[in-house]
């Protein structure tokens, strides 16, 4: 087993929450360190679809210290968010040791004992920055293991030609369904479910609007007070080109949820059935925290109580870029740099006046 000296603070991740944390944490005198999962630079991004944009120009796309370069009008393609994020890392030299799969965490002290296969590290404070990509959730249904079509959930989807021909079953509400709905059925026959109706935004209002209502939320709650915003949250659907396109084409129609699969599609409770030759799942993800088990702080939900990013229960660890519960808006580009400051202000002074860690 290889052990490594003791740091103050290690950060497990390697995308755009474990990045602004580590900028923060660099302008302290605190020695820190960051373990990555992924063999290259660029976080979750890596493994979007093929065609991913994100819904707010560069300006409104980074993180705390650097802007994201915009070399092209209009909103940044996935393959520009990863170079930016490897740049960032480059830019600020940050301790960064990848591939490196955390298994589980412990506590042995003061310290967190971090393993990973045959290695080991200890420190004062934990960041946990995984995400979520990791972990699809895909919803059980009845005769779901029976029926014979291909299940795809967004997380390993990456362009529309494999579906070319074939009736495709899109389930899930969110952008994610939405925009892969938008350009598989240019290939294919689809039907879109969702559990309720789908929310469009306006045409005029992208990440931009979201961001700007998410920080008056969070100021609000600072303040103790409550306001009433206009409908739209980061969940509601962006009404981005091939959105726009799709709408044109009148595919944005969805049907309620099924009751349960047949060998060879879906049936309603009414008795209606579908055929299809493939589900593709739009149903989100779940926080990627595995690792914490052994430190007794998951909730029967998978996610850990926390007052603001610090876990209740373990007051030297900390979780950082999960979304609206460890943050307003904290798993954007954007949002992250607000609990990514804030959280290393708080490790800041639980550390003070022991910075040779």
Not at 9 to 14: F, K, N, R, W
Not at 193 to 202: C, K, S, V
Not at 213 to 225: I, P, Y
Request: aromatic share 8%.
């Amino acid at each position: 087993m290889t052990a490594q000296a003791p740091v103050g603070v290690l950060i497990i991740g390697g995308g755009q929450a474990a990045l602004a944390t580590a900028y923060f944490l660099r302008r302290t005198q605190l020695s820190f360190l960051l373990l990555d999962d992924q063999a290259q630079p660029g976080g979750a991004w890596q493994h979007g679809w093929d065609s991913l944009h994100l819904f707010s120009p560069a300006t409104w796309s980074s993180i705390a210290g650097w802007q994201m370069p915009n070399p092209a009008p209009g909103y940044p393609h996935r393959d520009a968010v990863i170079d930016y994020l490897a740049q960032y890392e480059a830019r600020y030299q940050l301790p960064i040791v990848r591939p490196v799969h955390v298994d589980s965490v412990t506590r042995d002290g003061e310290l967190f004992v971090v393993q990973a296969g045959t290695q080991q590290w200890r420190c004062r404070a934990l960041v946990s920055a995984t995400g979520t990509w990791s972990k699809p959730f895909i919803p059980a249904y009845p005769g779901q293991a029976e029926f014979a079509g291909q299940q795809l959930h967004s997380a390993h989807y990456r362009n529309p030609q494999a579906f070319a021909g074939q009736r495709v079953l899109v389930v899930g509400g969110g952008n994610s369904g939405a925009q892969i709905l938008a350009e598989v059925s240019k290939v294919a026959e689809t039907l879109w479910i969702t559990p309720e109706p789908p929310a469009f935004l306006p045409d005029e209002v992208d990440g931009r609007v979201l961001f700007e209502r998410a920080t008056e939320r969070w100021k609000a709650q600072l303040e103790g007070r409550v306001i009433d915003q206009p409908v739209g949250g980061l969940g509601d659907i962006v009404m981005v080109e091939p959105v726009r396109e799709a709408r044109g084409r009148g595919v944005l129609v969805a049907e309620r949820p099924f009751q349960r699969f047949t060998a060879d599609g879906v049936e309603w409770a009414d008795g209606r059935r579908v055929s299809v030759d493939a589900v593709i799942w739009c149903t989100g993800f779940r926080p990627a925290l595995d690792h914490l088990q052994g430190l007794g702080v998951l909730e029967a939900d998978g996610k850990v109580a926390v007052d603001g990013t610090r876990a209740s229960k373990q007051p030297n660890l900390w979780l950082v870029g999960y979304g609206e519960w460890t943050g307003a808006a904290s798993a954007t580009l954007i949002g992250v740099t607000r609990t990514a400051r804030s959280t290393v202000n708080e490790i800041t002074a639980a550390l003070q006046g022991d910075t040779d860690q």
